[in-house]
Nanobody, 127 residues
């Protein structure tokens, strides 16, 4: 069992930055691929960024490439999402997710492949 707790959300003006953190319980965190997803009101949950359990591979949604950076610290059981140049369209509830993976370099982008989810943290970007 893995429990995920997100933090770092809030309200920021367009062009600003936020850093989300996701703390994971469990000793096998380093063997989970991790991802960040978001869900805006009336929309489906969408992939934002993912990182392999080795930390060597990352991938991003086109809408956030060049602005967001995902990283992980396996010693601290934590994954981060640095969000810069925020736009009003980034407003959503952001979720952290963990997926069992046999591949150290795999980045997982589909919701159905994730095994554990956090409770979400609200990010609001004002214009």
């Amino acid at each position: 069992q893995v429990q995920l707790v997100e933090s770092g959300g809030g309200t920021v003006q367009a062009g600003g930055s936020l850093r989300l953190s996701c703390a994971a319980s469990g000793r096998t965190f380093s063997r989970f691929a991790m991802g960040w997803f978001r869900q805006a009101p009336g929309k489906e949950r969408e992939f934002v960024a993912g990182i392999s359990w080795s930390g060597g591979n990352t991938d991003y949604a086109d809408s956030v490439k060049g602005r967001f950076t995902i990283s992980r610290d396996n010693a601290r059981n934590t994954v981060y999402l640095q969000m810069n140049s925020l736009k009003p369209d980034d407003t959503a509830v952001y979720y952290c997710a963990a997926a069992r993976s046999l591949q150290p370099i795999a980045v997982i982008k589909t919701t159905r492949q994730y095994d554990y989810w956090g409770q979400g943290t609200q990010v609001t970007v004002s214009s």
